[in-house]
């Protein structure tokens, strides 16, 4: 047994080492689920808490086992996620449970002839999971449209709840999971479902909530009473065995009559459980929940930790941001590439974003402090009326603008136009920067020109005023007024917070950013990356493509995926 993975608690960790070599630890909410097993089961927790190594796991193996020939899917919010995150924590249990890549199942692609040919085939492996008995797993990503069209599904894993369009789900998943009828019918787990997700942070994430109300939890206490029954019953007939005498008819048929009043009840039940990262720290330990505390946003850590609910404010600065501005580019050929290649890893950079156009510049909009930097990139569609925010970087403390220059010229290695247009105000401009050698902007032009990139510097002048540049973003924004800007949310997920977390003032000349919290020390209820400092990169960019949009000559024609 792996010592690395023993729990930290004293008591299970003796167990295992005392020679338990098959000791396997489930937290109390992975076994809760596992016991219930409901037809609908919505487990909503923290990070780190198990979901899809204890919960999501075990479903799937349930599933494949119990109803051989089978197709059921797996529906993540983008094939990137599904990619890096879902599938290879699937894998890593299937391994542990015994189950081995090549001998009972298979990856993106055909199966050996010694495996069972599937009820209902999807024809198209490439985006498959197949097993020696027949059973299939179709990878269901919502970026790729269509991919759950002409599916017959027998249940369904839904991971990361909070980034999948319920629309979607309801116009293209759900229809599918009508299952095989006939085949399937006798078992509890035909036509199941499984959502897994952190808490939610918007009104459009918190789609799967409404299911605690669906509970019922005199059904719930029910299947508690048989299965409390049915291990005391089996106890008793392993007791009555150990003795040697005859097993009673009478204690079978009573067993045979709680397992189908079990199969009843759970091909019924709906199971919704919230828990946070807590429920879990028997392996975690407490120094990864004071580390996420220190390092976490207090809002992120609210939810993907204490899995709190949390009501989203709409009085802030940029309150006229939607959920429609936020949007999905992964390059799917050169991830299904990856993905037929066994390799899960993220360590890859711009070639993954089907956002960003190669052949011409990136735009940079930057902001400058003596314990915070960040870098926000965009490519304006000036003929569509669209600023497309492709990627933001941020470095802290000892790590300064050079540090982050490099990360962002690591990032787009394989970027053929490199050229940045680096907009900047008076705030970039006369004052000596932590280096010792120039002010701001000759920090960046010189960190650019040493990794080979060229720079074209575009000065916007002082600072726009704060109400005329609320006006300006929130009008962008509406679509009433410019560009309107649009994040690729996975490569902005603290930009994005940022932004929503951001406060307005009234002030005697208008709406301003509030700002006050910038030159506060940073505290674990307060890190830098919450406060005003990348959304003042941002602002940069927005009014410097809106200000000084690039010439005729030169522009930008983005392509891709939105």
């Known amino acids: ?11 299970i960790k003796n167990q295992a080492l005392a020679g338990r070599e098959n000791l396997v630890y489930f937290n ?15 487990f909503v927790a923290g990070r780190r808490t198990g979901k899809t190594d204890g919960v999501g796991s075990v479903f799937v193996l349930r599933n494949i086992q119990r109803m051989p ?26 391994r542990r449970w015994g189950y081995r890549e090549g001998i009972h ?41 269509g991919s759950a069209n002409g599916l017959t599904l027998s249940w369904l894993l839904i991971d990361e709840a909070r980034f999948i369009d319920h629309n979607k789900l309801k116009q293209e998943t ?29 009104q459009k994430g918190s789609w799967f909530l409404n299911y605690r109300e669906r509970m019922d939890p005199e059904v719930i206490r029910a299947i508690e009473g048989l299965l409390c029954e049915i291990y005391d019953k089996r106890r008793r007939i392993e007791e009555i065995r150990k003795t040697g005498a005859p097993v009673p008819p009478y204690l079978r048929s009573y067993l045979r009559e709680l397992d ?86 993220g360590n890859f950079g711009a070639e993954g974003d089907a956002d960003v156009d190669p052949d011409s510049p990136i735009c940079i909009g930057m902001d400058y402090n003596a314990n915070i930097n960040w870098i926000v990139a965009g490519q304006p569609d000036y003929a569509r009326g669209r600023l497309n925010v492709i990627k933001s970087f941020y470095t ?29 105000d008076s705030t970039a401009r006369g004052q000596d920067y932590a280096t010792g050698k120039g002010d701001a902007r000759w920090t960046v032009v010189d960190s650019y020109k040493r990794h080979g990139w060229k720079v074209i510097e575009k000065y916007i002048g002082a600072p726009m005023h704060h109400h005329d540049k ?21 490569n902005n997920p603290d930009l994005i917070l940022a932004i929503q977390a951001a406060a307005v003032d009234r002030g005697r000349n208008g709406f301003r950013k509030y700002k006050g919290g910038e030159k506060l020390v940073e505290t674990e209820e307060d890190p830098l990356e919450l406060r005003t400092d990348g959304t003042d990169a941002f602002d940069t960019l927005y009014i410097g493509c809106h200000r000084l949009p690039v010439t005729a000559n030169s522009v930008f024609r983005i392509s891709g995926v939105y």
């Open 1 to 11: 047994m792996d010592e690395t993975k023993i729990p930290e608690n004293p008591e």
């Open 28 to 42: 109390d909410p992975q076994l809760r689920c596992q016991l219930i097993a409901a037809n609908t089961t919505v």
């Open 69 to 94: 020939g089978s197709t059921g899917a797996i529906v993540v919010p983008t094939f990137r996620h599904g990619l890096t995150n879902t599938i290879p924590a699937l894998l890593t249990a299937f």
């Open 105 to 145: 199942y298979v990856v993106g692609k055909q199966p050996p002839k010694s495996f069972k040919q599937p009820i209902r085939d999807p024809l198209d492996s490439a985006h498959c999971i197949r097993f020696w008995n027949g059973s299939v797993i179709v990878i269901i990503s919502q970026d790729r449209p």
């Open 174 to 202: 759900f229809p599918a999971n009508g299952g095989i009828r006939d085949q399937f019918c006798r078992h509890s787990c035909n036509h199941s479902i499984m959502i897994l997700s952190d808490m939610p942070q918007t």
């Open 260 to 345: 189908t009043k079990l199969n009843q009840l759970r091909s019924v039940a709906v199971f919704y459980l919230e828990c946070s990262s807590i429920e879990n720290i028997n392996l975690i330990g407490e120094s990864y929940i004071r580390q996420m505390k220190r390092d976490l946003t207090p809002l992120t850590f609210q939810t993907s930790i204490m899995c709190e609910r949390i009501g989203i404010a709409r009085d802030g600065f940029y309150n006229s941001m939607e959920e429609f501005h936020k949007y999905d580019a992964s390059d799917q050929e050169f991830l299904e590439a990856r993905f037929q290649r066994g390799d899960y890893s």
């Open 396 to 424: 802290k403390y000892k790590r300064k603008i050079p540090e982050l220059v490099d990360d962002f010229c690591r990032y787009y290695r394989g970027h053929k136009n490199k050229t940045v247009v680096f907009y900047f």
């Open 470 to 490: 609320y006006l300006l973003i929130n009008e962008g924004f509406a679509g009433r007024r410019g560009l309107v800007p649009y994040f690729n949310r996975e």
